[in-house]
């Protein structure tokens, strides 16, 4: 079984509680952060600019992606260019397209080709990668975030996607895939199998690496008392 230390991805974590993610930074074997608007609503988070100052502060020596919210492609620019002078760890999450299905490419040009570091999202399918990859500006690192744990939902196996992927991107040299929306600690072994750079997981997942090559008998015995005790716990009976 793999260890931690055999591990050749990044590990970031996705979260939107900023005590939780300065928690997660005491770790070395966390590289970046990610976050979404949909986890800052969850997480309560009522000012967005203040919540991504503080925690850009707080975190400064980690990239840590923010998305614009924006669906007019002028606005988006200007809160992609604003979130990106927030800090120089600031990467600027763009969705792959707005709500009417229209591809950011030309956005995405114009922001890496100015020097800032994007985080494509909401991606699920290889056309995707290879527009976003056409678009990219070779000389400046990027993030590509592929939603590898929603094509699982479809009942899609992701592998031969983010494999791929992995090919795509390859002539890209500053390019990192990522491997989005993890539901599992296995997922973090399969995306480093097939070399993902990145994978971003929630705490609640990232909290599994410690079982990372347990002694399966052991693990078994450990669930045998956990079930004897909860049910002792809960005073059940069969009479």
Known sequence: MS??????????????????????AHSPVIKGFTTNPSLM?????????????????AIPDRPISFEVFADDFDEMEQQARKIASWGPNANVKIPITNTTREFTGPLIHRLSASGIVVNVTAMMTLDQVCRVADALDPGTPAIISVFAGRIADTGVDPMPVMAEAVDVLRPLTKAELLWASPRELLNILQADAIGCHIITATPDVLGKLKLLGKNLDEYSLETVVQFYQDAKSAGYHIS
């Open 3 to 24: 260890s931690l230390d055999a591990l050749k991805i990044k590990l970031f974590c996705d979260a939107a509680d900023s005590i939780e993610m300065v928690k997660m």
């Open 41 to 57: 609503r969850k997480a309560g988070v009522a000012s967005y600019e203040e919540f991504a100052r503080k925690t850009l502060a």
